[in-house]
């Protein structure tokens, strides 16, 4: 009997899909639809989902696979915003899994560069009835019921479901949020809003009303925390940027080679290079045992890969490190 081959970290295929306002860039993601393929090793080629199929556990863990089955858990993007990105607002897990048997949306933005002059736009300036937004929208202009912040480079920023939000100017955001297609797009800004035909259902304004927060958001979500904002307990170079249920991400300023052992945490890591490069080293078979990441670049590390170590190879270089911690709120189920 052929003996099994241990998983290894990977890089994967970015996929792009083009906008009026810009593009995204898909750096890792499991949506059938949208599935990014891996580039390295024997396992080159092969879609994410592919793998979940075939490999379960060995890539995400016990605890996330008991959890979330054979949906993997989350997904990355890149943001890539030259004017006005649409008003969009997505759903709880809670509204998704009862209205279109999926995960709903939590996300974090990360702001990788940003010209001057761009902006986010996050939640109601004071609440809102629910007709007056709508009519807004309908018109082309719901921008003096939102808060505006201006924005830059190294700014991080948690946007919960119910919540709307865009992105507007010159700049790029690496997006981190639950494994969903569900962006319920709300207004152009007097542009048509191109029809989702992918999924087989409307995401609109209508479709959204029910699930939006018309309450004031708090003007302490639009801080736009950094790396400089350490806790005392954080280690020097190292940030948590969000400890969610759906997942965790911490920011990482790779100042010097750092060792992982990642088998403690009992799930898979992903790691995005956001400035500078790096190598990934460890003894996968197979595979390759020092992955290098430039910027913009996504890897994954299977959670069977229990130990390997982050190399700067330039000054300067910044991760995104993401995973899931053990979840205790009960079971999801939801068809695959």
């Not at 639809?33 to 592919?50: F, I, S």
């Not at 962006?183 to 048509?192: E, I, P, S, V, Y």
């Not at 958001?217 to 759906?246: K, T, Y």
């Not at 995005?272 to 390759?288: D, F, K, N, Y």
Request: glycine share 8%; hydrophobic share 40%.
């Amino acid at each position: 009997m052929e003996e099994e081959k241990k998983l290894y970290p990977f890089r994967l295929c970015p996929v792009e899909d083009l906008f009026p306002w810009g593009k995204e860039e898909w750096m890792l993601a499991d949506l059938g639809w949208r599935d990014t393929a891996v580039r390295d090793g024997w396992l080159a080629g092969n879609a994410l989902g592919e793998i979940m199929e075939t490999y379960l556990d060995r890539v995400v863990g016990d605890d996330v696979f008991d959890w979330y089955g054979r949906q993997f858990p989350f997904q990355i993007k890149m943001l890539r915003v030259n004017g006005a990105m649409p008003l969009t607002v997505c759903p709880s897990d809670e509204d998704a899994r009862a209205r279109y048997d999926s995960l709903g949306k939590e996300k974090l933005w990360y702001v990788q560069t940003a010209a001057p002059g761009s902006s986010l736009l996050l939640g109601f300036r004071k609440k809102v009835e629910a007709a007056v937004f709508f009519s807004a929208c309908a018109e082309g202009n719901p921008e003096p019921f939102m808060n505006v912040v201006p924005v830059k480079a190294g700014q991080y920023f948690h946007i919960p479901p119910g919540i709307p939000h865009a992105l507007r100017g010159n700049l790029s955001v690496i997006e981190i949020s639950e494994s969903s297609a569900l962006d319920f797009r709300l207004c152009g800004w007097g542009q048509a809003l191109p029809e989702d035909e992918s999924l087989g259902i409307s995401l609109g304004l209508a479709d959204a009303l029910d699930f939006i927060s018309y309450e004031r958001f708090p003007a302490e979500n639009l801080m736009g925390f950094s790396l400089e904002d350490r806790r005392p307990e954080d280690p020097a170079n190292v940030v948590r940027m969000a400890h969610l249920p759906q997942f965790s991400c911490n920011v990482i300023d790779l100042e010097e080679a750092l060792k992982i052992t990642a088998g403690e945490a009992g799930s898979c890591v992903a790691y995005v290079c956001a400035r500078g490069s790096m190598a990934l080293q460890s003894s996968g078979e197979g595979g390759t045992d020092r992955l290098k990441l430039k910027e913009g670049e996504a890897a994954l590390v299977p959670a069977e890969c229990e130990e390997f170590y982050l190399v700067p190879l330039e000054k300067g270089t910044l991760l995104l490190e993401v995973l899931v911690e053990k979840r205790e709120d009960g079971d999801l189920t939801f068809s695959q």
